[in-house]
């Protein structure tokens, strides 16, 4: 690669510093906190998040998702039931999430069990998503092979004639997954690689915060 070598890109973090004395005793709340901050912060698209699943040829497998809402039960993301995270996590109902917010260097770990939403909170949410998107639920059949764009955009247009005039259902392979926590780690760059990391971990149904070594 031409350049400055992969070896000797680095960077100091300087900006914050975490304690255990800083941080609110619900991960949720202090996850609110942080993404809040992002926010202020013009981090483009905080809510993206690294979600990495198990296959079933024992490979993890991550990817880039948007994160739809948090709550005390979870973190919530939309997709495609048949696409390769769908049938990862139909084999493997678990998953981690990564958060990097570099304005603010600062990352955040999930991870813990996956469910399906009900119906109902799928449909609640896919009849405010702008028609676009709508449609491209219906178009695409997420992680299969196609041989090439035209194929997409043949399939839009007949969709977009089927459904003219008229509001657009749910898929039934499309909706949410709920992600719940059983370990959430918060991590702030330090300088000297001496980064600050503080993890959540549930313990039966109280969270335990403790400080891990960088």
């Known amino acids: 690669m031409a350049g400055t070598k992969l070896a000797d890109l680095r960077k100091d973090y300087t900006l914050n510093g975490l304690s255990k004395q800083d941080v609110l005793t619900n991960p949720f709340k202090q996850f609110e906190k942080w993404f809040l901050e992002a926010q202020s912060a013009e981090v483009i ?59 603010l260097e600062r990352q955040v770990r999930v991870t813990g069990p996956v469910e399906r939403v009900q119906d109902e909170e799928s449909d609640a949410y896919f009849s405010i998503r702008p028609r676009g998107s709508q449609l ?38 499309w909706g949410g997954y709920r992600v719940t926590p059983i370990e959430i780690e918060f991590w702030q760059g330090r300088p000297s690689r001496l980064h600050d990391r503080i993890r959540y971990r ?13």
């Not at 905080?46 to 024992?58: C, F, I």
């Not at 043949?154 to 898929?171: G, N, S, T, V």
């Open 45 to 103: 698209e905080p809510n993206a998040m690294v979600l990495s699943t198990l296959g079933e040829d024992g490979y993890p497998h991550g990817r880039v998702v948007l994160l739809k809402e948090v709550d005390s039960t979870g973190f919530l993301f939309y997709t495609n039931y048949n696409s390769h995270k769908g049938a990862d996590l139909k084999i493997h109902p678990v998953a981690s999430l990564t958060f990097w917010w570099s304005a």
């Open 136 to 173: 491209g639920a219906w178009v695409s059949e997420q992680s299969e092979v196609i041989e090439n764009r035209s194929f997409l955009t043949e399939r839009l247009a007949h969709l977009e004639q089927r459904f003219q005039d008229q509001p657009i259902p749910r898929p039934p392979h």
């Open 202 to 214: 549930l313990e039966k149904t109280e969270w335990k915060i403790e400080r891990l070594s960088p």
